[in-house]
């Protein structure tokens, strides 16, 4: 599971120590050398659990799908960054927290507890 981006869809095989690797951020942190360069790159789809190979120096448009599953595995990075929120619960499922500003009805007072005996009729 790669820390470094959150919706990979491959694992890659690095070409100088033949292990495999999320991202290259990755591959850093674990090893003491360099990422070796290659044209043909070792991929393993995330979805399928199929490895696939793609020749980097004639990479086109179609190059991004998996062969197998067609997965998509060619999309823009999600890194995570730091949020700003407001803490507490959902509102619409925990309403302790609102004030509600309705005026409540006096639960004594009724049609029937009315005195009507000074009205003749």
């Given at each position: ?30 090893e003491d050398h360099m990422l070796g360069k290659t044209t ?17 120096s004639n990479y086109e448009e179609s190059d991004e799908f ?56």
């Amino acid at each position: 599971m790669c820390k470094h981006i959150f919706n990979a869809q491959v694992s890659i095989r690095a070409p100088c120590c033949k292990r495999w690797f999320d991202c290259a951020e990755c591959h850093a942190e674990a090893e003491d050398h360099m990422l070796g360069k290659t044209t043909e790159m070792v991929f393993v789809c995330k979805k399928c659990k199929k490895a696939f190979r793609k020749d980097m120096s004639n990479y086109e448009e179609s190059d991004e799908f998996c062969p197998h599953c067609d997965n998509h595995y060619v999309i823009d990075a999600k890194t995570p960054q730091a949020v700003i929120g407001v803490e507490g619960e959902d509102a619409r499922v925990d309403a302790r927290m609102l004030k509600d500003d309705r005026v409540q009805q006096d639960s004594t007072r009724s049609i029937f507890s009315r005195d009507f005996s000074d009205r003749v009729g």
